[in-house]
């Protein structure tokens, strides 16, 4: 969704010629906007001023609690500040495909691309989603001997190379009903969902067909659904393709290659080439989670089909607009140079989503604004789905032109150069040969399939990196639970930059996660993932002084979430603490200077409020974000920086988490938050006990007129809203309700704090 900016073009927008430019970069007008956060930030840096002036006059624990504010509201100033950099300039970008394809004169000259699928459990993640997935990609609008859709399957399941095989003869029939009706939604569930109760509005020739797909696909997707269940492959479907699957582990099993289609004739009306791939596992070998899938793929792709553009989404992803191809080559052909668009990311949007986002989970706001600010820098950063990357930037080729010498090492043929070109790539000599043809821009098919799969099944081998620079220099980098961040790392610092589009309707559709403890450990991996970014051997902070990543772009990187618990949970607990112990930790009411802190609340809360206005968004949307930012902070965020130090201290190592994924059902609950039993609900159900008993002490002192905490009051009173879904999870049973193992363990936490402050603060002892 688009924000209601005001644009004005760029001085600098590029047109090859001006009657034939295919991409247009608009500058967002943001004075505004500005001036307001200036003027936000100029009150908070005059309370903390305050604050540190009236230092002195505070004493024990007086002193103590300012102190903590003062500390708190100075880490607050200094995340607005980080705020401010990404919102300070925004640019979009306008495609012109018509034009691309004027330019181009003909469909041949548009360069390949091999699509990646990935998905790592067939019981999380359904098959019948990655078939969508799938379809989606087989049917859109683009020459069909220019693609090949490789899937990568990291739990080496029979069910989903089933669901695929099963898949492609259906699509032998969908691609061309989509292409000869110009079916917008190429996605089988979603369009027979959309179109259900408008069929009877066309012509009869298409409404016989339309019968007949939708058939086929509530067949099709029986069958799938059926093998998930039983986590059986049919007996008559069973041959020699599934004989790789006999006795097979998840975490110990060779590599898996397998052609489901080939497009022999190269045909531009046929099906793309679908291959399935399984990566060998042993389990003294670490497998890097999705970036390794990733690095297989590359690798894979390389050998068998070697297209310069690589596309890769989640399993869950489909293609909504099926001209995105199109616009993303407007931005990958439509600048001089190539160091403009290393990659192009498409926004993550989600279908089926629940109204008003009470989940906080859907980041329309991240996108449409945080996004298009970070575009006026070095661009957005990758976001692990929904893009389009040049291939010679996986292989860690420079930020330079095509006609200039990317690698010193492909000069010559020499022992030298070869050892060399062993050492960053590994030894199989039909990727080197590929990897050299991406270089002097001559990609292409490089064996016969028959001959390829060999090579495939080498560099998809778990010892193919070893004493390598992949996961490293070369390809999805490694050593981060957000691999999508390292490696728009890796590309700015070596002076590419990336295009953030944007095209109506949107590119891609995904799912985002249906509950509580799902949002919650997403949020968990992301926290944890940007903080291991920070503290690593690839911080942007050395990058920006020994390599070419700007400052600007660094301070884009350094908005890390799993920093943020430290100074909002101290926040959250002083107001509880304050009317515990009798003690102000905001100016007394009603002195003057209490419309600082009171502008700053309203005036921080409108300007949040406003973005979503001019997204499009409810009231109610932005409260329910505002509500789960409190909650993520108090518990995913938390435990992310938890999980680092933990790594940091060589206790524990970050365990990569799968996502559960399913189609949206119709469930009247939906938007109710679900707990369970871990251990992330206790800090918010503790944080919400403080301020409830808080509340509770200090209201006969109101109900005899004395307002002298009021500000303490109102800011308990905030919290405790932010964390209504647990207020009402006190009283609600099942899956809706609180465990009551979290609520005994977070009621000791909050009763040993109240004792602390009653018996010791009390007693003199802090």
Avoid at 59 to 81: D, H, M, P, Q, R
Avoid at 88 to 98: A, I, K, L
Avoid at 582 to 609: A, R, Y
Wanted: hydrophobic share 40%; charged share 20%.
């Amino acid at each position: 969704m688009a924000p209601n900016f005001s644009y004005q073009s760029s001085g600098n927008v590029h047109r090859a010629e001006e009657e034939e430019a295919v991409q247009e970069r608009i500058k967002v007008n943001t004075t505004y906007l500005n001036a307001f956060s200036l003027f936000l930030l100029s009150l908070l840096l005059s309370f903390i001023f305050y604050r540190f002036s009236t230092l002195s006059n505070h004493k024990g624990l007086s002193y103590v609690i300012w102190t903590l504010a003062l500390a708190c509201e100075t880490c607050f100033a200094c995340l607005w500040i980080l705020s401010m950099n990404q919102r300070w300039s925004m640019v979009q970008y306008r495609t012109y495909p018509n034009k691309l394809l004027k330019r181009l004169k003909t469909e041949s000259e548009l360069p390949a691309v091999d699509m990646f699928v990935t998905t790592a459990d067939a019981l999380k993640e359904p098959p019948i989603l990655t078939v969508n997935t799938v379809l989606s990609l087989l049917a859109v609008d683009y020459p069909a001997n220019k693609l090949a859709c490789y899937v990568s399957d990291d739990g080496a399941s029979p069910l989903t190379f089933y669901a695929l095989t099963e898949a492609v003869e259906y699509a032998k029939r969908w691609v061309p009903f989509c292409k000869k009706h110009g079916v917008s939604v190429r996605a089988p569930f979603m369009y027979f969902s959309q179109t259900s109760h408008i069929c009877n509005s066309f012509s009869s020739e298409f409404l016989t067909e339309w019968k007949k797909m939708k058939s086929e696909y509530d067949e099709l997707s029986k069958r799938i659904n059926e093998a998930v269940s039983s986590k059986s492959v049919p007996y008559p479907n069973i041959n020699e393709e599934f004989a790789a699957f006999s006795r097979m582990e998840n975490r110990d099993h060779p590599s898996i290659v397998k052609v489901i289609v080939e497009n022999r004739e190269r045909s531009i009306g046929g099906l793309p080439h679908v291959i399935y791939v399984s990566r060998e596992k042993r389990p003294k070998h670490p497998h890097h989670y999705k970036a390794g899938a990733m690095n297989v793929l590359t690798r894979v792709s390389a050998v068998m089909t070697n297209a310069p553009i690589i596309m890769n989404v989640d399993c869950d992803m489909f293609v909504n607009n099926p001209t995105c191809f199109y616009e993303a080559m407007c931005l990958l052909l439509g600048f001089k140079s190539e160091r403009e668009s290393a990659f192009v990311q498409f926004p993550q949007v989600f279908y089926g989503g629940l109204k008003d986002d009470p989940f906080g989970n859907q980041l329309k706001v991240l996108f449409s604004v945080v996004l298009a600010g970070i575009s006026a820098i070095q661009g957005p950063c990758y976001a692990g789905t929904g893009c389009f990357h040049r291939r010679k930037t996986i292989y860690g080729f420079p930020a330079e032109d095509s006609k200039g010498n990317f690698l010193e090492f492909f000069n010559g043929s020499n022992e030298a150069n070869m050892e060399e070109l062993i050492n960053r790539f590994g030894h199989c000599k039909e990727l080197l040969r590929s990897i050299l043809s991406i270089h002097l821009n001559k990609a292409g098919d490089t064996l016969s399939f028959e001959s390829a799969v060999e090579a495939a099944h080498i560099v998809a081998g778990c010892k193919y990196e070893n004493n390598t620079y992949w996961g490293d220099q070369v390809g999805w980098v490694y050593g981060s639970s957000t691999e999508d961040l390292l490696l728009s790392l890796k590309l700015f610092s070596t002076g590419w930059r990336s295009v953030y589009c944007t095209p109506q309707p949107p590119a891609f559709l995904g799912c985002a996660p249906s509950s509580g403890p799902e949002t919650l450990l997403q949020q968990r991996r992301w926290a944890a993932g940007q903080l291991e970014l920070f503290v690593g051997r690839h911080s942007p902070l050395l990058s920006t002084i020994t390599k070419k990543l700007e400052i600007r772009q660094c301070l884009a990187f350094l908005s890390i979430w799993a920093l943020r618990p430290i100074p909002e949970i101290f926040y959250s607990i002083l107001p509880a603490l304050s009317l515990l112990t009798n003690t102000h930790f905001m100016p007394k009411f009603p002195e003057p200077i209490v419309l600082i802190p009171i502008s700053l609340f309203v005036l921080f809360n409108f300007f949040g409020l406003m973005e979503y206005w001019r997204c499009n968004l409810s009231t109610r949307e932005w409260w329910n974000n505002q509500r789960m930012a409190r909650i993520n902070c108090a518990s995913g965020w938390l435990f992310g920086f938890f999980d680092v130090t933990l790594k940091l201290l060589g206790l524990s190592d970050i365990v990569f988490f799968v996502t559960p994924k399913d189609e949206r059902d119709n469930d009247p609950n939906a938007d109710k938050f679900t707990f369970n039993s871990d251990v992330m609900f206790i800090p918010p159900t503790t944080l919400l006990f403080l301020n409830l008993v808080g509340l509770v002490i200090i209201a006969p002192k109101l109900a005899r007129g004395d307002f002298n905490m009021l500000l303490e009051v109102l800011c308990s009173a905030w919290v405790v809203s932010c964390f209504n879904p647990f207020l009402k999870g006190l009283v609600r049973k099942g899956r809706y309700g609180l465990p009551w193992s979290i609520i005994c363990k977070s009621g000791a936490l909050a009763l040993m704090f109240i004792y602390i402050c009653k018996v010791h603060v009390q007693g003199g002892l802090i």
